[in-house]
């Protein structure tokens, strides 16, 4: 098990930023690579972004390339979402994933290659 734990979540205007920070137990965390998804109600869960073990690699879905950043801090045992230029169609439950089987591939969009999950923040961009 990898217990992972988002926080940052909130209300923001749209245009405004949000940055999501996800913890994880153990001493094992810079061994995955992580990724954040998100899923709006009524939707269905989809791939945000994504950082290598690493760090050095990282991938973004087009909708959020160029406003978000993914980023990690191995010491720390986190990884972070920074979102600018919010959209109300940004509206969703953000969750952190570990992939515990591909930690060199910066490329999963696909939820069954994440094994473990966080609970969820919930972030709202009002228009």
């Known amino acids: 098990q990898v217990p992972l734990v988002e926080s940052g979540g909130g209300l923001v205007q749209a245009g405004g930023s949000l940055r999501l920070s996800c913890v994880a137990s153990g001493r094992t965390f810079s061994t995955y690579a992580m990724g954040w998804f998100r899923q709006a109600p009524g939707k269905e869960r989809e791939f945000v972004a994504r950082i290598t073990w690493s760090g050095t690699g990282t991938y973004y879905a087009e909708s959020v390339k160029d406003r978000f950043t993914i980023s990690r801090d191995n010491a720390k045992n986190t990884v972070y979402l920074q979102m600018n230029s919010l959209k109300p169609e940004d509206t969703a439950v953000y969750y952190c994933?570990?992939?515990?089987?591909?930690?060199?591939?910066?490329?999963?969009?696909?939820?069954?290659?994440?094994?473990?999950w966080g609970q969820g923040t919930q972030v709202t961009v009002s228009s």
């Open positions: 994933a570990a992939d515990i089987s591909r930690p060199s591939l910066p490329v999963g969009v696909r939820t069954t290659e994440y094994a473990y």
